[in-house]
């Protein structure tokens, strides 16, 4: 059944400062009632469906790099902060201890030598809306000099701690989000990535 | 923050003692097809007043401000939720706000109430959580769920918190657990116990008699985490009543005293940084020098096997209260058991075995109501209630349920609020012919952890007996 959905699906521009939403958003479907076995009406469904436009704001420039192989980490740079120099992965916009504007810096390279896998899961189920292929793995990467662990989702090879894994970018229509970067284990051929992804 | 001032770790001190006067739970199901959320709510109000003899219009009388929580306006559907809900208890005009901490929801519910007391503001507070988990199919919940990790990172990954959570019980399951079969079986043991006490409990609404092999044998929900492993989802509502000395001895003859302390630690566990570990009054420097030795991977503190939250709320409330050593000063404890795995982490970080033993609370038989190595007394009996896992995870309720557990203990009316035959009945739940009486006999004291997320927030609520008031504590 057409929903309609894809017709003139709605998208979104910023003009002068201000969100500018362009085409159609909402796509209207009836109630329906919720009854039981004996036909008593208990309830109703409430059907909709919804579109945020969310600003990334400064961290924007972490979503808009991924697509372009690039991997945008925070420095804490002011050198009366107890912990300056500290990097943040994932991008902290303001440092966490004295609120200065973190410098951005490119962490691609460093990603690339040397990621090593903290901890581990691995899953079957996903909630509503899931866009990752099943079974998800999730991995927790440490890389050198950076005092956080970020989490990503594991695409080619068994996870394992400590093991090696390596970035991989959506160079090709990027989605502008997290999952614009993926993980692969150390060796893995580049004829092997996923559509769109490149090291 | 990886270093904390004094004045951030400065013990709280209440203007004056607060005590938990009464409280009411309604049933906890997967669902109530046929009921509102208002009419749970009222069912949780109306035992609290019966509980101490009043009508609910008599109770009502004495309340000055209401707190209430529930985790997701999203389940529900329904902004302003809290409104409503007050608006149907029939409590204008008085002030009212929500309260919102994750999982720590029903915790941080009763923290607020306790504070509004303690402060002078109200002689008499309600705190009411609930959830409404039911009116979205399973995996928009987990969808909605999933939205209380951060979204732009967190999120789009897989739409499924437990995801998120696994990666802490396979690092614990790693490190500390060595992963040795015999650390897995004692996870598994977590989940039968408070599963099988959940039988005895008329609003439990995932009672099983299961093994450890059932629970081995459970589907895989995210590896390491095996079904048996995860709570439930639940709904229902949970409410208690705190107030001032005076107007506690007004209501009621054996008010409890109430402490409550609170933590916190980052949404991310990606955001964690390294810092020394701090430390519980049972514990000293010296005894986690060589833990990185005895256990390699725990270089981290608290990396992604440990709950700073938890360490610092029961940091505030142990302080309060003058607790020296809970196992000790505790005659029973409820936890946060969300999973397996993370029950033994809070074992750690609320000082009931140091870190790295966790385990030993669960196989020493301490953690039992009858230990079964010795078949005598447990030392420190934990989840009665069938906790998280057997009884109910129906979030904005789940703090406040525990902590009327508790309470249920102390003022030795366990039998009468779990046995009693018409509960059963209006339940419409079979009470099973080997019901058993798990009164804590003698009980004078017990601890609640309320916890939210991958440890974003924790609250540590300290019941105590008004006779039997520890040592120490800000108001000795
Ligand atoms: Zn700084």
Not at chain 1, 64 to 93: H, Q, V, W
Not at chain 2, 57 to 85: M, P, W
Not at chain 2, 321 to 341: Q, R, S
């Amino acid at each position: 059944m057409s929903c309609g959905c894809e017709e003139n699906r709605g998208t979104v521009k910023v003009v002068n400062g201000r969100y500018k939403p362009s085409g159609k958003f909402h796509f209207p479907q009836p109630n329906t009632p919720i009854r039981n076995e004996q036909g008593v009406l208990l309830g109703i469904t409430n059907p909709r469906d919804i579109v945020h436009m969310h600003s990334y704001g400064g961290e924007a420039i972490f979503f808009e790099s991924l697509g372009k192989g690039k991997l945008m980490a925070s420095r804490c740079d002011n050198s009366d902060c107890e912990t300056t120099g500290s990097i943040y992965m994932p991008f902290r916009i303001h440092c966490p201890d004295c609120l200065a504007k973190n410098t951005v810096i490119d962490i691609t390279d460093k990603a690339k030598a040397n990621s090593i896998v903290h901890s581990f899961m691995i899953t079957e189920r996903t909630g509503a809306f899931n866009t990752l292929q099943i079974p998800i793995k999730f991995v927790n990467i440490e890389f050198d000099g950076v005092c956080t662990i970020l989490m990503g989702a594991l695409v080619r090879g068994e996870p394992s701690i400590g093991m090696k894994v390596i970035p991989i970018f959506k160079t090709q229509n990027p989605e502008y989000i997290i999952t614009d970067m993926l993980w692969v284990a150390e060796g893995t051929p580049a004829s092997d990535l996923p559509e769109g992804y490149s090291f | 923050m990886i270093t904390f001032s004094d004045k951030q770790l400065k013990s709280p001190k209440m203007q004056r003692p607060v005590y938990l006067v009464t409280g009411g739970m309604s049933k906890f199901a997967r669902a109530f097809p046929d009921k509102r959320t208002e009419e749970l709510v009222i069912d949780a109000m109306t035992e609290a007043a019966e509980f101490i003899n009043m009508t609910p219009a008599q109770l009502k009388k004495y309340i000055h401000t209401c707190y209430y929580g529930h985790f997701a306006d999203h389940f529900g559907d329904q902004l302003l939720g809290e409104s409503v809900i007050h608006d149907r208890l029939g409590l204008d005009p008085l002030g009212n706000i929500g309260v919102k901490t994750g999982g720590a929801t029903g915790g941080s519910t009763l923290w607020e109430a306790y504070k509004t007391v303690a402060s002078g503001y109200s002689d008499c507070t309600l705190a009411m959580g609930w959830e409404r988990m039911d009116e979205v199919p399973t995996d928009e919940g987990n969808n909605y769920i999933s939205f209380a990790a951060d979204k732009d990172w967190e999120t789009p990954m897989g739409h499924i918190y437990t995801g998120y959570y696994a990666v802490m019980a396979q690092k614990y399951w790693q490190v500390f657990g060595k992963e040795e079969d015999s650390f897995r079986r004692t996870m598994a043991e977590i989940a039968v116990k408070n599963r099988g006490y959940a039988r005895f409990n008329p609003h439990a609404q995932g009672p099983m008699k299961i093994t450890v092999e059932d629970v081995l044998n459970s589907p895989t929900v995210a590896y390491p985490l095996l079904a048996l492993d995860c709570c439930l989802m639940s709904v229902g509502a949970a409410c208690g009543i705190l107030a001032d000395e005076k107007t506690a001895y007004e209501m009621t003859d054996n008010p409890l005293r109430i402490d409550i302390g609170a933590g916190s630690h980052t949404l991310r566990v990606a955001d964690r940084r390294n810092m020394e570990i701090p430390l519980l009054p049972n514990e000293t420097k010296d005894q986690y020098a060589d833990l990185a030795q005895r256990f390699p991977g725990s270089d981290r503190y608290p990396g992604f096997t440990g709950f700073l939250a938890a360490r610092v709320a029961a940091h505030y409330a142990y302080n309060m209260t003058g607790i020296k050593d809970p196992t000790e000063d505790m005659d029973l404890v409820e936890l946060h058991d969300a999973f397996t795995i993370s029950d033994i982490q809070t074992y750690e970080d609320i000082g009931i075995r140091p870190y790295g033993e966790g385990r030993t609370y669960v196989e020493s038989g301490d953690c039992y109501h009858t230990n079964p190595n010795t078949g005598q007394p447990g030392k420190l009996p934990a989840n009665l209630s069938g906790g998280l896992l057997g009884n109910m995870h129906s979030v904005g309720a789940t703090g406040i349920m525990q902590v009327l557990e508790i309470g249920h203990h102390i003022w030795d009316r366990w039998a009468e609020m779990h046995g009693d035959e018409k509960k059963w009945a209006k339940f419409d739940r079979q009470k099973p012919e080997d019901w058993t009486d798990l009164q804590v006999k003698g009980a004078k004291r017990g601890l609640a952890i309320s916890h939210a997320g991958v440890g974003s927030h924790v609250t540590c609520t300290i019941l105590q007996h008004p006779d039997k008031i520890l040592p120490g504590g800000m108001f000795e």
